[in-house]
């Protein structure tokens, strides 16, 4: 196979998912990487639908891949909706390729018939099992006489197509593990095309490769058992080695656990993390990080300095680990790096879906004075309507599980007092408030400032968590926040 080293080809690499639901945490880390070596190389990045299985893959889930990938910014130049030379990019549409290269492998002896039923072929895994011999398909069908081909097919049997795995072993260079040999005493004779005719991915992916033009084939570590398999179906094709893609297995995700990342150990859906207001360029920065590093124990990577930065050498071998909390933590220094107009077009969808704000002039000036202040303090988007329902709403109310906190006989002292001393305020600005309450109910009255503050935020925002106290107060305006005060009273 060709060496990277001293491959001249101009680079093409694939994203082709099977979207039987939402993309995953592993699909979008395997498509930032191709997309990454892309742009670094100055190669082409083709996005290609593997979805022949339409029990599965249906078109709303198709559309949701395409637009997950537009959210992220991995934007690709060829593939659906944009179309290139080497289309159609839908696996469904190419059928015919798939039919017309079984046929030839047929007619040219690489591939034959099966006609094994399936009880049949689990008598044989069985008895495998039992002589404790490398399990797989034994060679039945591969040199059926006229006879017995014409017996099963008076059965009524529907063969399957399979190709022939010669003896020896299959060796290739992986660009992250190295040379990797499977012998094909653990390969055995695999199925190409099912007995409805339609193609099984071994088939479909690997001419699509050679068709595509593909050069670099990225993709997880799961895949790695099934090289051998394509890489006989190349030489079936006539595909001469050094025009074969090259290989690059990704570690595994694993799950804190140290389990592969699954929805039983951890939120696996792109859509997921969107719906919670992670930041598109937060999601990506992270997930480069998953066995993948820039150097110098970097973790704030942007998509520019990714492409700059990006080669697949860097690639880590060993299995990688979700962390929530670090991307969790990327997202809340993303948010805190975008300018504030910027933050309020982010945190307006949000708002708007949680029926804080329906987008007035009025509501808008007052979000922009109010967002920065918690712009430092949220880790997602969907934590901003929480922090900022109290300036909005019109019924208020103190939530239930805090209303407890300000309802003894203390409490309605320390805010009867900050009524009192409020009230008489003459310049209503957080300055002038905070000074208020510090002599009112630490310096008078002798409280923490953890106790008095809080029964105060609770009356005037509801909650226990909000926005700084008095910048808060100050938004709410004298009236409002007298008003809740006296009503917690």
């Known amino acids: 196979m060709p060496n990277s ?8 690499v694939r994203f082709a998912p099977s979207p039987t639901g939402d993309l995953h945490v592993g699909n979008i880390r395997t498509a930032l990487f191709d997309w990454a070596y892309a742009r670094h190389t100055g190669g082409t ?4 639908i593997e979805d022949t299985d339409k029990d599965r893959v249906t078109d709303e889930y198709i559309q949701a891949a395409i637009d ?5 910014g991995l934007t690709w130049d060829e593939g659906p909706e944009v179309g290139g030379p080497n289309g159609p990019y839908l696996q469904s549409q190419r059928m015919d390729i798939y039919a017309d290269w079984a046929k030839k492998f047929l007619d040219d002896g690489f591939a034959y018939h099966c006609y094994c039923s399936a009880d049949e072929l689990e008598a044989v895994r069985e008895a495998q099992r039992k002589a404790n011999v490398a399990p797989g398909y034994n060679g039945h069908c591969r040199s059926l006489s006229t006879e017995q081909i014409a017996a099963f097919v008076a059965d009524g049997r529907k063969p399957v197509v399979r190709m022939r795995m010669p003896d020896g072993s299959t060796t290739f260079t992986d660009l992250i593990r190295g040379e990797v040999t499977f012998d094909h005493n653990f390969v055995p004779d695999f199925v190409l095309v099912r007995a409805d005719g339609s193609p099984l991915y071994t088939l479909a992916v690997a001419v699509d490769d050679v068709m595509m033009k593909v050069t670099h084939v990225l993709r997880g570590e799961d895949l790695l058992s099934s090289t051998p398999r394509q890489i006989r179906v190349y030489q079936a094709m006539g595909v001469a080695e050094a025009d074969y893609p090259l290989f690059a297995h990704l570690p595994f995700v694993m799950g804190q656990d140290n389990a592969k990342l699954s929805k039983r150990n951890g939120e696996v859906s792109i859509a997921w993390y969107r719906e919670r207001g992670f930041l ?5 920065n992270y997930l480069a990080l998953l066995g993948w590093s820039p150097g110098e124990d970097r973790e704030d990577v942007s998509m520019s300095e990714l492409t700059e930065l990006f080669t697949v050498e860097r690639v880590h071998s060993s299995p990688a680990r979700f962390d929530m909390k670090k991307l969790e933590a990327i997202n809340g220094d993303k948010i805190r790096a975008l300018s504030p107009d910027e933050f309020l077009n982010r ?4 708002l708007k879906e949680g029926n804080v704000v329906t987008g007035t002039p009025e509501e808008i000036a007052l979000l922009k004075r109010a967002l920065p202040i918690i712009q430092e303090r949220v880790a997602t988007l969907a934590e901003v309507p929480a922090m900022l329902k109290f300036l909005f709403v019109t019924n208020f109310e103190v939530e239930a599980e805090s209303l407890s906190k300000i309802s003894d006989a203390d409490s309605k002292k ?4 900050a009524y009192e001393r409020l009230q008489s305020l003459s310049q209503w600005n957080h300055e002038g408030i905070e000074a208020v309450l510090r002599t009112a109910l630490i310096e008078e009255m002798g409280l923490k400032p953890r106790i008095a503050f809080s029964a105060v935020r609770i009356a005037v925002t509801g909650s226990h968590i909000s926005p700084p106290l008095f910048e808060s107060m100050e938004l709410l305006g004298r009236e409002s926040s007298l008003l809740r005060l006296n009503n917690s009273i």
């Open 280 to 284: 598109p360029e937060a999601i990506c």
């Open 414 to 417: 320390l805010l009867q007092v």
């Open 45 to 48: 990045f083709i996005f290609r």
């Open 68 to 72: 997950t990938l537009k959210w992220l």
């Open 347 to 350: 945190s307006l969808p949000f």
């Open 5 to 12: 080293a001293v491959d001249t080809r101009p680079v093409r």
